[in-house]
DNA sequence: CTGAAAGCGCTTACAG
DNA sequence: CTGAAAGCGCTTACAG
């Protein structure tokens, strides 16, 4: 069938050189004399030679040395307790090329923390870094060093654009949400209010709940039907308590609503108010299939969750750092996960 | 960090045997005195021992000859154009390993021509098998000599329960019709009619349209809020005028008609028609993300597609073919892929 | 600047 | 029944 793969050994016959030299002009590390380097390169390039990597492999035993730096998961943030599922996927997949992997949490909450994680990062030597750029500023110190260092790096979650990182993987926020803002211009009547929520201490400084906000609007502005009055809230304290406040006075002073979508994965305080008061009808949209929105999803409470695959962003992410790493192979430096739409009928195919 | 792994040298040590003797016991070649064995054994079993893939495959050079049978894509049947990309992106993913597959194509339309094709199949003595049983009796017996030559088969897109196939990746079709039950009910009014279209010359023998349209009545038995009337339509033909004027007769008998199931993938052939009549209105859904389907979902004439990630059920068969042969790992035996809901603001992701 | 040799962990064919 | 040796394709250290 397929043609027998010509080895170095090939090539050195070929070009009359031994196969010292020749790999000597494969791996660029000099003491050749031109003239046979340019014999050698000229069959290389006839041969299409590859290198046999299960040989490379075998002989070198090469480990590569990753690290993740990610929040960790904690009951108020369990969004990031399906990151460490897709690692261990990737390094279970890749199990024949030796390779490990290491693990490195910070405080979601804590910029001191993640400073002084960067540091233990640093200190493990990596060949290649997963990370999740929760803080802008002290993140773009970490990857200048990373840079310095010749470490090559991989975001998810969100990406700086003005770091120099090998690729991203993850959400295109602002589609996502068009897609929400569409889904409920879809199950609602023509002219209903939209309550908008967002809870967060410090709204301007969380991208993805700014960009996933305007992504809502611009589809109610370029296509909506529903030209309902949009309300904006933003409530600063995530206790169930104040949110269950905040949500009950607008309802007050805007009677109309009929829905609600919550920028962030926090629907599972807002489905509770909903449910007490019996208000079957108003349609609620949020993100990310915690188990406590998975369950509000089911038991009819909400009607959309909006799902960004947490386990395949580091699963590909690892992948593409081994693939850079293995083979020099360059990603896609923007790798968009699919906006997942799901509903109590489809939720279990995704958890 | 992790403790070097355990040679078959080092097991050959531990045991006061020679690494010959070690193998013979690993792969149970007989000719070992019973002692010998009996101490090997003890010894692989405290060490743990695993084999280095990369050696075992740089020694064997063995290469695992796959083959797939699946429909021809053509312009009726472009839904099987993806298969192959699947395909080629893990024999892409697996390049370290040798490994040839080829790809068989049959006439979805013709018994006859499959048979043909199971022949030559067969006559390729393959290690492996990707199958899409479109036939079910056809299928059956081919199975059965694939059975008999102990050779592995895993199935896309449908499976056979009579027959020993290692495993199926493709839709849960009950459920996906439950979904569409539950997007129709999301999107239309109390009580309005829906119509619940078939295409297919013989409709008995399609199970996934059967089944799904299964799947959507029981949404509305057990959930559904819209008790409106279900019209059942089944057209033989797939010639566009016929589907037309099939479509055009119910909307007559039953103005009340708000949104229609199509239970394949053909919704591209009644869009037309609600475009023409300007039936902007009506609630369209239907299956896959063919060029056609996608351009009148995008233009807002179709509402949902349903995906069913033909490229992920063929990448994820070759796969576990694979993984059998090289590691004997057997894997689940029913994969379920995702129920995927599509509208025009999500549905770049998918293509 | 170049070649010959050893060795990564495994499998296979052969000798005893 | 068992062991010693060769070799898969590559890399590395050494001799010249």
Known sequence: MSLKKTRIKDIAALSGVSIGTVDRVLHKR????????QKVEEILKETKYTPNVMAQVLKSKK???LVSLLPESTKDYSYWEKHPLGMARAIEELEPFPMTLNEITFDILN?????????S?????????????????????????????????????????????????????FRSGKVAGQLIDMVTTKNSDILVVNIAKNLQNVLHLN??????????????????KKIYLNIPDSSPESVKIAIG????????????????SRSYLIAPFLEEK?????????????????????????????????????????????????YNKIPEKIEYIPVDIITSENVDFFI
Chains 1, 2 share one sequence.
Not at 113 to 119: C, P, R, V
Not at 211 to 217: A, E, K, V, Y
């Open 211 to 228: 960009t996933r906000t305007q992504g809502f609007l611009s589809y109610f502005k370029d296509s909506g039907k529903n030209k309902g």
């Open 121 to 173: 990062v640093l200190n493990l030597k990596p060949d290649g870094v997963l990370l999740a750029p929760i803080f802008k500023s002290e993140s773009i110190v970490f990857c200048s060093k990373l840079k310095k260092e010749n470490i090559p790096f991989v975001f998810v979650d969100g990406y700086i654009e003005e770091t120099s990182f090998l690729a991203y993987i993850g959400e295109d926020m």
């Open 30 to 37: 000099g003491e050749v004399a031109d003239k046979t380097r």
């Open 249 to 264: 006075k607008e309802f007050q002073k805007h009677p109309g609503i009929r829905s609600i979508f919550i920028t962030g």
């Open 111 to 119: 910029e001191k923390d993640f400073q002084k994680k960067t540091e």
């Open 63 to 65: 480990s590569f040395n």
């Open 278 to 326: 019996g208000m079957n009808s108003v349609h609620l949209i949020g993100y990310d299939l915690l188990d406590m929105n998975v369950k509000y999803l089911k038991a009819g409470i909400s009607r959309f969750l909006i799902g960004q695959r947490p386990e395949e962003q580091t699963f590909k992410g690892i992948r593409k750092l081994f693939e850079y790493l293995a």
